[in-house]
T-cell receptor
Framework: AQKVTQAQTEISVVEKEDVTLDCVYE???????LFWYKQPPSGELVFLIR??????QNEISGRYSWNFQKSTSSFNFTITASQVVDSAVYFC?????????????FGSGTRLLVRP | DSGVTQTPKHLITATGQRVTLRCSPR?????VYWYQQSLDQGLQFLIQ???????AKGNILERFSAQQFPDLHSELNLSSLELGDSALYFC??????????????FGPGTRLTVT
């Protein structure tokens, strides 16, 4: 069965620290898609990144980077030099290629608090 | 701004009542998804419409229903409301429903409080 696990419920760091948010997924499909979304205190869900199962290249976007490892079924998210504005709940999500709806299966989220 | 709009932003109603949540997808997006976010269940998929037709159902209660209109906006109808229906309801849209999968863009959500 498909599942996304974000074991870290809450992380607190001091500004400028690096922080990694963990995501472990389970799926039987060979084609699948992984996502990260950010939910700031205002409540909306903001898309950050999509990664396809056949593309294991890591990605960097500014202070954000993502490490996709199929061997460990993980898709971790690192924020370098964290800032107060990074404080939010971050969700990892899975979409399976064998599911024609391509609905998102979300993890339980990790609340990140960046203290000044 | 994701381009997905949802109304109303907040809704307070009593148990047993019926409400309608509205969603307008991004221009050009054919697929609309509804999700529910609650403290105990997290973010859960409810239902998907693609170009006017129901495509998939998730953990949606029988008291809930949805539709997508010819102009592609969608409505989620919640009836016989219970206290446990209090949640944040999100609508999301994507370009197509197919391979390759495109990301879903979420609206700001409707916060429903049932008293």
């Amino acid at each position: 069965a498909q599942k996304v696990t974000q074991a870290q419920t809450e992380i607190s760091v001091v500004e400028k620290e690096d922080v990694t948010l963990d995501c472990v997924y389970e799926t039987r499909d060979t084609t699948y898609y992984l996502f990260w979304y950010k939910q700031p205190p205002s409540g909306e869900l903001v898309f950050l990144i999509r990664r396809n199962s056949f593309d294991e290249q890591n990605e960097i976007s500014g202070r954000y980077s993502w490490n996709f490892q199929k061997s460990t079924s993980s898709f971790n998210f690192t924020i370098t030099a964290s800032q107060v504005v990074d404080s939010a709940v971050y969700f990892c999500a899975l979409s399976e290629g064998g599911d024609s709806s391509y609905k998102l299966i979300f993890g339980s989220g990790t609340r990140l608090l960046v203290r000044p | 701004d994701s381009g997905v709009t949802q109304t109303p932003k907040h809704l307070i109603t009593a148990t047993g009542q019926r409400v309608t949540l509205r969603c307008s997808p991004r221009s050009g997006d054919l697929s609309v998804y509804w999700y529910q976010q609650s403290l105990d269940q997290g973010l859960q998929f409810l239902i998907q419409y693609y170009n006017g037709e129901e495509r998939a159902k998730g953990n949606i209660l029988e008291r809930f229903s949805a539709q997508q209109f010819p102009d592609l906006h969608s409505e989620l109808n919640l009836s016989s409301l219970e206290l446990g229906d209090s949640a944040l309801y999100f609508c999301a849209s994507s370009v197509v429903s197919g391979n390759p999968v495109h990301e879903q863009y979420f609206g700001p959500g409707t916060r429903l409080t049932v008293t």
